[in-house]
């Protein structure tokens, strides 16, 4: 479903947001930083795991470089897309 990979891509950018401040990943800091609740996040932390984005334990989840790689890549992506937009507008 289209929904849930926009909610799981939510949850992994938040994940790397998270990593990259060196703060914790738990469920609770990525319930908080994204929409939805317990459930959905878990659901989300299940789909990104089985597909070898995200690594979990039971107490944090880690990025696979996959998972960092394809996070930069969205980064880049949407940073692309703010910047052609602003260019359109000034145009």
């Not at 990525?30 to 039971?58: C, I, K, P, Q």
Request: charged share 25%.
């Amino acid at each position: 479903s289209v929904g849930f990979m926009q909610y799981d891509i939510s949850v992994l950018r938040a994940i790397l947001r998270l990593s990259r401040h060196r703060r914790s990943v738990d469920q609770a800091s990525l319930v908080l930083r994204v929409e939805g609740d317990d459930a959905d996040v878990r659901g989300a932390l299940r789909r990104l795991e089985s597909e070898g984005l995200v690594l979990r334990t039971a107490d944090t989840t880690h990025l696979t470089m996959m998972g960092l790689a394809v996070g930069v890549a969205l980064r880049a992506q949407a940073h692309n897309r703010r910047a052609s937009l602003r260019v359109r507008k000034a145009a």
